[in-house]
Nanobody, 124 residues
C-alpha cells in the first residue's frame, strides 16, 4: 500500500524560506519519480519540481528555478522541497506525488499516488 504524507507548510513573509517534507511508504527510492505540485485557488494543479530516482535528475518549473530544490533521503523514505526567496505567488496547497516506475511525467494526471497536501501562504 502506497502512502504519502506531507508536512512543513505554514505562513511566511515574502523572502522567507520553508522546507516541505513528504514521507512515503510503498514506493521505491531507486526507481520511479517523486514530484511536488501546487494548486492555488481557482487555478489548475501545476508541477513544481520532479526527482527521477534512477538517475537523480531533477526538473523545475521556470517560476521556481534558482529558488526551490527537490531532494530525497533514501534512508528516511522522505522527499524534500526546500523553498527559498518565497513570493506571494508561491501561495498554494502543495502536494507530493509519486510513480513506482518510469521517468517523470509532466502532467499531474499521470501520477497515481498523492498525499493530502500542505498549505503554504506567503504574505507581502
Amino acid at each position: 500500500q502506497v502512502q504519502l504524507v506531507e508536512s512543513g507548510g505554514g505562513s511566511v513573509q515574502a523572502g522567507g524560506s520553508l522546507r516541505l517534507s513528504c514521507t512515503t511508504s510503498g514506493v521505491s527510492y531507486s526507481r520511479g519519480c517523486k514530484g511536488w505540485f501546487r494548486q492555488a485557488p481557482g487555478k489548475e494543479r501545476e508541477v513544481v519540481a520532479t526527482f527521477y530516482s534512477f538517475t537523480g535528475s531533477t526538473t523545475y518549473a521556470e517560476s521556481v528555478k534558482g529558488r526551490f530544490t527537490i531532494s530525497q533521503d533514501n534512508a528516511k523514505n522522505t522527499v524534500y522541497l526546500q523553498m527559498n526567496s518565497l513570493k506571494p505567488d508561491d501561495t498554494a496547497m502543495y502536494y507530493c506525488a509519486a510513480t513506482r516506475i518510469g521517468d517523470c511525467p509532466p502532467n499531474a494526471r499521470s501520477y497515481p499516488y498523492w498525499g493530502q497536501g500542505t498549505m503554504v501562504t506567503v504574505s507581502s
